[in-house]
């Protein structure tokens, strides 16, 4: 294990800032990680941080608190984003249209997991009851 | 949050110059402004996101539904976008394809007709 880096933000949009801040300063920190891949972290973690107080304003739960955990290694930053906001099946997100397809125009939504998907290195999704953690691995080195 | 949106009147077209941060807490301006200028009338839209330091996909949400409003009333939108890094967004989501990618406000504003992907900013091959 790396060094650890913890924050905990309310669930609101304007400190989703904050959060992008915190944790590419921090993956800054080690040398060996590029600037491509510090801005594949900061996409993520937004990605990742929305759905989080999106879902805790779904529940109406604006009061509660995401927490954010970094953990810094030299080839990798792993993140993990838990929320308290009931949670989400993602079997029920579907699949978009196609892009040639009008009706996709429709759907303003649901990028975010696509994006963290191709960007992550590796990515998990926990759901449950109670909320969701969203697990995140970018390393210094895009994998082959 | 660095975030600001100027929209300025070049020959048919109205260009919304965006500067900052684009997601959940700053799209709303973003969605507000584009909206209302179709509501106005304005059919014939350039989103100049060069001055754009970070964008996902919340802002790429605004970008389909102003995409939606102005294709509704037979109007055009037009996307100004070099930045390697907002074109990998566009790329990895498929939506290169849907998007009329200009390199240029002059470009944009230009007649020529354009194709979703066939006039691709970055001129890339990827």
């Known amino acids: 294990m790396g060094q650890v880096v913890e924050l905990e933000i309310p669930a609101r949009a304007d400190f989703l800032e904050?959060?992008?801040?915190?944790?590419?300063?921090?993956?800054?920190?080690?040398?060996?990680?590029?600037?491509?891949?510090?801005?594949?972290?900061?996409?993520?973690?937004?990605?990742?941080?929305?759905?989080?107080?999106?879902?805790?304003a779904s529940a109406g739960d604006t009061d509660k608190r995401i927490l954010l955990r970094c953990d810094l290694a030299e080839d990798r930053v792993e993140v993990e984003v838990e929320d308290q906001g009931g949670g989400f099946d993602l079997a029920d997100l579907?699949?978009?249209?196609?892009?040639?397809?009008?009706?996709?125009?429709?759907?303003?939504?649901?990028?975010?997991?696509?994006?963290?998907?191709?960007?992550?290195?590796?990515t998990e999704f926990r759901v449950s009851p109670g909320g969701t953690a969203v697990r995140l691995v970018v390393y210094s080195t895009r994998p082959r | 949050?660095?975030?600001?949106?100027?929209?300025?009147?070049?020959?048919?077209?109205?260009?919304?110059?965006?500067?900052?941060?684009?997601?959940?807490?700053?799209?709303?301006?973003?969605?507000?402004?584009?909206?209302?200028?179709?509501?106005?009338?304005?059919?014939r839209m350039v989103l100049d996101l060069e001055a754009v330091?970070?964008?996902?996909?919340?802002?790429?949400?605004?970008?389909?539904?102003?995409l939606r409003r102005v294709t509704a009333v037979g109007g055009a939108l037009r996307v100004v976008c070099t930045t390697p890094r907002l074109l990998d967004l566009?790329?990895?989501?498929?939506?290169?394809?849907?998007?009329?990618?200009?390199?240029?406000?002059?470009?944009?504003v230009s007649e020529a007709a354009g194709s979703a992907g066939a006039d691709r900013a970055d001129g890339a091959d990827r």
Request: hydrophobic share 45%; net charge negative; aromatic share 4%.
């Open chain 1, 94 to 122: 579907g699949e978009l249209p196609a892009v040639t397809d009008p009706a996709r125009l429709e759907h303003e939504r649901g990028l975010g997991i696509t994006l963290m998907r191709s960007v992550a290195d590796e």
């Open chain 2, 90 to 108: 566009f790329r990895l989501t498929g939506l290169d394809r849907v998007f009329d990618l200009r390199s240029s406000v002059d470009d944009a």
């Open chain 1, 18 to 56: 904050v959060a992008r801040m915190v944790v590419t300063t921090a993956a800054s920190i080690e040398p060996t990680f590029p600037d491509e891949r510090i801005n594949d972290l900061r996409l993520v973690v937004s990605e990742a941080c929305t759905n989080a107080i999106e879902a805790h």
């Open chain 2, 53 to 66: 330091d970070f964008m996902d996909s919340t802002g790429l949400g605004v970008l389909i539904g102003v």
């Open chain 2, 1 to 43: 949050m660095h975030f600001e949106v100027n929209v300025a009147p070049v020959g048919a077209w109205s260009v919304v110059a965006v500067a900052g941060e684009v997601d959940v807490a700053t799209a709303p301006r973003l969605r507000k402004e584009a909206i209302d200028l179709v509501a106005a009338g304005h059919h």
